[in-house]
């Protein structure tokens, strides 16, 4: 369903001015992330109650898009619970500027219910076995009480990882939020209804709404 979400919001706006790369792969640089990158997120692991000898580094990042040095990220469900809430407090929010930040505190306060509802898979609650090595073995699915879901502390880390190293590689991300709304037709509608069924007469309001965040 993400998929198809992206690939509706990539037709929509690929004859526009701007060149959009679908699918963009950043290598990553682990010197980039020495010293003050490895404080920020050993911070990040830690009110996460991760543990681990060595830090572990994503190899890639995927985005969805990339325009110029900006990169772009379509964020669903599972994205907004207490533990990426958690990840948003830490230091690494106050050394950097992103301004989708507090926008993102609200709606992990907002809409865990949601990502109760979508996130309770075992892929996702449990997550591979690398997520119980760091964070232990998770509670049952739905029980978010003592150690609730290493899966979705790993998403949480994980992110945060997208947006530090995305920072240190030289780029601006932007997180689109599957909550966000936009004003079309007089009335405001949630970008990810728009997307999953998209009309023609609302194509240039996604552009306008899109293309403003070159601008934030």
Known sequence: M???KVQNLYSILKDSEHFLEPEFLLDVNPAYING?????????LSVLDGNAKKLPLLEHLKFDFKINRYVFIYDDQVHFNRYRLNSLKTDLYNSFTFP?????KRLCRTFEKECLKAG????IWIGPPFA??????SEEPGDLSGSGSAGWRLNAYNDAQYDLISRLHGYKLIRIPMYENIMTGGSL???D?????PKEETFQAIKNWFFRKLEQ
Do not use: C
């Open 193 to 197: 209804d728009l997307l999953l069924n």
């Open 36 to 44: 003050k990158g490895e404080q920020l997120l050993q911070e990040v």
């Open 132 to 137: 119980t090595q760091l964070f232990g073995s």
């Open 100 to 104: 989708w930040v507090d926008g993102y």
């Open 2 to 4: 993400h998929q198809l």
């Open 189 to 191: 509608k949630k970008i």
């Open 120 to 123: 309770l898979q075992e892929r």
